[in-house]
């Protein structure tokens, strides 16, 4: 979630994943672009998006700060962030750089655990990068604010719960499309487009998990609807047959699942296996990561939907899937929308540094004043003031063990 290693991710992702069914930190890593040594992928179990090393910043480079697992549970979800982010620095630096600097990408590794990532982040900052790219795990974000605005440094958040831009924070950039309106339109797509009547919800019981209950719930009662089920699930669960039982045993017609990809996946085996992919499933974005479908076979994906901000190698713009396809040869695997979210940022960051330079109180500002409408590889940006930037949102459903873009919307923010 390089190039030797990734090769191996889909593999030990497999064999985490199977492990799991069938029973149920703290390194740092930089690289300039071009000129990497990987690193062995095999002794951490999981890994991401950039397991490479090179020598330190030459002075005067400029540092980029990466923040998010490389190892643990969420290293494959996360692993996007290093690639996009990799790509977009590689392709600056065959261009001369920035206002003719280097672009070094630094990163910290979270071990998918929150105290990790609080201490990465302030490993990170301790290093005086000039912009961090954060984790993609809400949890994770909300507990690193008070340091992130301790540090004063521009922090580039992928995570998505809405909370996250509303503490005031003057250092957050948020280019995902947040979770104000995602879990809304997933449920009400659930019952007004697969015409379902008695919807049950499952989700991980975290940040992430607990703020799509809640907006779904508002939606329901809105429209005089309850839920047939509401389960959870933690984290770390490889086993939801449980969860799944009681929703075979309400009845449900249609489930909204917020999970993982590792669970995502988990689940979407086990639905088949209780004999329940007739009940139709609308998965939060995960469920279409190509690292989810990866790890699934013999349909066992057919005919989900999901939410999520961009499917990049679907995009109807030839320039959108042109870049996917550059990305899929580099790395082995398919863009998703953390990657072009990533490489996305980035090249907003260099926009800003030529337009302002390194101040990061006036890179900010400079985003917030001047990506209006900007329409990237994984989304279409529009800042606000407490930093949200993401406003697009895509339907997919897969079909033939691919993702196929239903419509896209984008919204107000």
């Given at each position: 979630m390089k190039k030797s290693a990734f090769v191996l991710?889909?593999?030990?992702?497999?064999v985490v994943l199977l492990a799991g069914t069938l029973a149920g930190c703290g390194g740092s890593t930089t690289t300039t672009g071009a000129t990497t040594a990987t690193t062995a992928a095999a002794d951490t179990g999981t890994t991401s998006g950039d397991t490479t090393a090179t020598s330190a910043a030459a002075t005067g480079d400029l540092v980029i700060g990466g923040v998010y697992g490389i190892t643990g549970k969420y290293a494959g979800g996360e692993a996007g962030m290093g690639y996009g982010t990799k790509m977009a620095i590689e392709e600056l630096n065959a261009a001369g750089g920035i206002n003719g600097q280097k672009l070094v990408y630094d990163i910290e590794d979270t071990?998918?655990?929150?105290a990790g990532a609080v201490n990465a982040f302030n490993r990170m900052a301790a290093k005086k990068p000039v912009a961090i790219f954060n984790t993609c795990i809400s949890g994770y974000t909300m507990a690193q604010l008070p340091d992130i605005a301790k540090a004063q440094i521009p922090t580039y958040c992928f995570a998505d719960a809405p909370d996250i831009s509303a503490q005031g924070n003057q250092?957050?950039?948020?280019?995902?499309?947040?979770?104000k309106v995602t879990p809304s339109m997933a449920v009400k797509f659930a019952v007004e487009e697969v015409k379902g009547t008695k919807v049950a919800i499952l989700y991980v019981n975290n940040d992430f998990g607990q703020v799509w209950d809640k907006f779904m719930l508002e939606w329901l009662a809105g429209q005089k609807m309850k839920e047939v089920a509401n389960e959870t699930f933690g984290p770390d669960d490889k086993?939801?047959?449980?969860?799944?039982?009681?929703?075979?045993?309400?009845?449900?017609?249609?489930?909204?699942v917020v999970a993982d990809p590792l669970t995502h996946a988990a689940i979407l085996k086990q639905r088949m296996q209780?004999?329940?992919?007739?009940?139709?499933?609308?998965?939060?974005?995960?469920?279409?990561?190509?690292?989810?479908?990866?790890?699934?076979?013999?349909?066992?994906?057919?005919?989900?939907?999901s939410l999520t901000a961009s499917v990049p190698p679907q995009d109807p713009d030839p320039k959108v899937r042109e870049w996917a396809a550059k990305y899929k040869e580099l790395y082995g695997i398919d863009a998703d929308t953390i990657g072009a979210n990533a490489y996305d940022a980035v090249m907003i960051f260099s926009d800003a540094v030529k337009a302002v330079g390194t101040d990061g109180a006036k890179i900010r500002a400079w985003v917030i004043e001047n990506v209006q409408g900007y329409k990237g590889m994984g989304n279409t940006y529009r800042f606000q003031a407490n930093g949200d930037g993401g406003t697009q949102m895509t339907v997919v459903q897969i079909v033939d063990g691919q993702p196929k873009i239903l419509k896209t919307m984008v919204y107000a923010n």
């Open positions: 991710l889909g593999i030990v992702l497999v071990g998918s655990e929150q250092w957050i950039l948020r280019p995902s499309t947040p979770d086993d939801m047959t449980a969860q799944l039982n009681k929703v075979k045993q309400s009845g449900a017609d249609v489930m909204v209780l004999g329940l992919s007739e009940v139709a499933y609308v998965g939060s974005d995960a469920a279409v990561y190509p690292e989810t479908l990866a790890l699934l076979t013999n349909g066992e994906a057919e005919g989900i939907y």
